[in-house]
């Protein structure tokens, strides 16, 4: 979950929304460190025709580095070019 604050003009006009944090969806840690911030993942999706998460039922999730290398470590591939 994010945690926005925005930013507006005297007129009230808004000039921006920034990400003040981000709270992971799995361990409930939340980060404020621009580092850490931008290494979460953020999973955005609608299931599809006979998805296990349901026809047309939209989801998301954001997950720490952390959390994502406890949970799916195991499975991620590494392309040669990056080690």
């Known amino acids: 979950m ?3 604050e ?3 003009k005297p ?3 808004v000039v921006g929304v920034y990400v003040t944090s981000i709270i ?4 409930k840690k939340e980060y404020a460190d621009g580092m ?3 290494e979460f993942i953020h999973i955005q999706d609608t299931g599809g025709y006979n998805s296990a998460i ?3 039922v939209e989801y998301e999730c954001d997950l720490c580095s952390e959390c994502v ?4 470590g195991k499975y991620l ?3 040669a070019s990056t080690r």
Do not use: V
């Open 24 to 27: 992971c969806d799995c361990c």
């Open 6 to 8: 925005t930013t507006t």
């Open 54 to 56: 349901g026809d047309c």
């Open 11 to 13: 007129c009230g006009c």
């Open 2 to 4: 994010k945690k926005l």
């Open 69 to 72: 290398n406890r949970l799916l």
């Open 36 to 38: 850490d911030i931008q």
């Open 77 to 79: 591939q590494f392309p």
